[in-house]
């Protein structure tokens, strides 16, 4: 008597899918690795050159009328007991001697309202920055954008005095 | 009539089709979120100063990124750059010879009016360093200038004394 074996039954199991997950892991790895999440760090922009002893940044150009300076003195103010070292000390004409950068704003703003008042456009002025040589950079960036904050559209550096 | 039922199902493997599903989507998640970092030689070393306001720089191709370290006691601060791939010191002045000048002037020359110089000091670093770099960015005739900054909490500096 022939016994006949049970049939054997395929399924379609359609491709092999765990290559593919191979790949697409390695696709991830690679993207968490290499990638940066943007945003990490941002820029204050300026397109005013460096005002050096006795002369302007840029060459002036005729068809545009002189900017009106705002000159603005910075100093280093040394305190060892600070955990940063010290601090500034910002002033200049019709400008109160301040410490901190939200003063200095609010002194930019009056001065800039009474330069409007004037008929001054804020176009027509650039904030020139004389930094003190052991004025830190972290002070230097804190004065610089209170001037970005009170609306001035021009800030250059100037040579130490 | 004799009949015919399905024959058992054996056990298989795990079902990976949803989790190629769930890995696809990360991975267009990391796709759009992220974005490759380009190498502009930037040192990661340096402790960036805070501030709230900035600007994005959509367009970095145009662009050379200045790591200036903060040397204590020092006159001339160490300079970091990208040079012809590599990112290597490059010193404000040897001897006579000022290689970072000739660099700046060889990048406007390249780039020309669109050249535009980041620069990345550190925080402690002082004016009276800052400035050299800054001459010799005048010197090379580029006036488009970004410093660049952490963003700050704009909560925690207002509550800063």
Do not use: W
């Not at chain 1, 892991?25 to 990638?35: D, E, Q, Y």
């Not at chain 2, 001459?135 to 963003?151: V, W």
């Amino acid at each position: 008597m022939k016994m006949k074996g049970a049939k054997q039954v395929h399924y379609e199991s359609g491709p092999n899918m765990i290559p593919l997950v191979d790949v697409v892991m390695v696709i991830l790895i690679f993207l968490m690795l290499a990638g940066t999440f943007g945003g990490a760090t941002q820029f204050l922009l300026s397109k005013q050159g460096l005002h050096k002893k006795g002369s302007s940044a840029a060459k002036p150009d005729p068809n545009k009328p002189i900017d009106t300076p705002v000159e603005i003195h910075i100093d280093n103010i040394p305190d060892p007991s600070s955990p940063d070292g010290g601090g500034f000390r910002a002033q200049g004409t019709g400008i109160k001697p301040t410490a901190s950068g939200d003063m200095l704003r609010q002194e930019l703003e009056a001065k800039l309202a009474q330069f409007k008042a004037a008929g001054t456009s804020p176009d027509q002025l650039e904030i020139v920055l004389y930094p003190g040589r052991n004025v830190k950079y972290r002070n230097l960036i804190e004065v610089y954008q209170a001037a970005l904050q009170a609306k001035y559209t021009k800030v250059a550096f100037a040579t130490s005095h | 009539m004799k009949k015919h039922s399905m024959p058992e199902m054996k056990e298989g493997s795990v079902n990976v089709t949803p989790l190629i599903d769930v890995v696809m989507c990360l991975i267009i998640f990391f796709m759009l979120m992220t974005k490759l970092g380009v190498a502009r030689g930037i040192d990661k070393d340096i402790k960036l100063p805070n501030a709230i306001l900035g600007a994005k720089i959509e367009n970095m191709g145009d662009t050379l990124s200045l790591n200036v370290h903060y040397m204590p006691s020092a006159e001339i601060p160490q300079v970091t750059a990208q040079v012809e791939s590599t990112t290597k010191e490059v010193k404000l002045t040897e001897g006579r010879d000022k290689p970072l000048e000739r660099v700046l002037i060889a990048f406007k020359k390249s780039h020309g009016d669109k050249s535009r110089i980041i620069i990345r000091g550190d925080q402690n670093l002082t004016y009276g360093q800052l400035e050299k770099v800054l001459m010799a960015i005048s010197n090379a005739g580029i006036n488009d200038t970004a410093y660049e900054t952490k963003p700050a909490d704009p909560n925690a500096v207002a509550a800063a004394p």
